[in-house]
């Protein structure tokens, strides 16, 4: 057992040695349990990465696991929870010695290359949430990596970091759980907010957006209230850009 001195999040898990995917499990489930149910798989056969890519999760890898919760919000504000999300993990490795950084906005970098990604889906009906879903794949023991990532990505022993599953599920709990209440209770976007540019792998840094295929080179400047990317284009312009189906290279 986790041993989670949390209140709710956490408080139910529901654990598999295989399974297709703990989103899609927890996306056929998520009306009929409790907001805090956590889904943890050892291995994932259809494991889903963002943009419909597929995410490998072999056995003991890593921790495959997905989050259900149930907040009381406009759907709008659902993405900014892959922020509190991502600044959980930053939090939860930084108590266990372990500095990362997040690449807007849903990506977790350790020495420049991906160490986690954060899939969000959210279930609404008639302007309503019904549940979120929130998946989180870290990589942990992976030491090879298919050649299409492997210039990309790594894992917590291939830098050097020995850190178990079971800390780490737990100090994602106890961190994700103070910033959730922090958001959902009081409306407050700054500590979420604070950690993600603190720990940003992107702003002041020229990337490429990509969006509908098209590429475009431009600077980011902050993330603002909204969780929202702040961007200058080439001839000056400033955007602000949506979570949504942009990717970003090159950083
Ligand atoms: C991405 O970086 O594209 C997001 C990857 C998310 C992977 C996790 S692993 C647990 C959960 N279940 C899934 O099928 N995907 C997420």
Not at 66 to 91: C, H, M, N, R, W
Not at 92 to 104: E, P, R, T
Not at 131 to 145: A, E, P, R, W
Not at 155 to 175: H, M
Request: with cysteine; charged share 30%; proline share 2%.
């Amino acid at each position: 057992s986790y041993n989670l001195p949390t209140e709710f999040i956490g408080k139910k898990i529901v654990h598999f040695d295989t399974i297709g995917s703990t989103n899609d499990y927890a996306k056929e489930i998520g009306n009929k349990v409790r907001g805090g149910t956590l889904i943890i798989s050892e291995q994932q056969t259809k494991g889903k990465g963002r943009l419909g890519r597929s995410w490998k999760s072999k056995s003991g890898d890593g921790i495959w696991m997905s989050l259900i919760i149930k907040p009381k919000i406009d759907p709008y504000k659902a993405p900014f929870l892959t922020l509190v999300a991502g600044a959980s993990i930053v939090e939860a490795l930084s108590n266990l010695g372990v500095d990362v950084l997040i690449k807007w906005p849903n990506d977790i970098i350790l020495n420049n290359k991906k160490i986690c990604g954060i899939l969000t889906e959210l279930s609404a009906e008639m302007e309503r949430v019904n549940y979120i879903v929130i998946g989180i794949g870290i990589n942990i023991k992976t030491l090879d990596f298919p050649n299409e990532i492997k210039e990309k990505a790594t894992s917590l022993y291939k830098e050097g970091y020995k850190i178990s599953r079971a800390d780490i599920v737990r100090q994602f709990c106890i961190e994700f759980e103070k910033l959730y209440k922090g958001y959902i209770l009081d409306d407050d976007k700054e500590n979420t907010l604070d950690i993600c540019r603190k720990h940003s792998a992107v702003i002041g840094k020229q990337v490429y957006i990509v969006k509908n295929n098209k590429k475009e080179l431009v600077k980011c400047i902050d993330i603002n209230e909204n969780g929202n990317l702040i961007i200058k284009e080439n001839n000056g312009d400033i955007k602000e850009i949506m979570s949504g189906e942009v990717s970003i290279r090159g950083i």
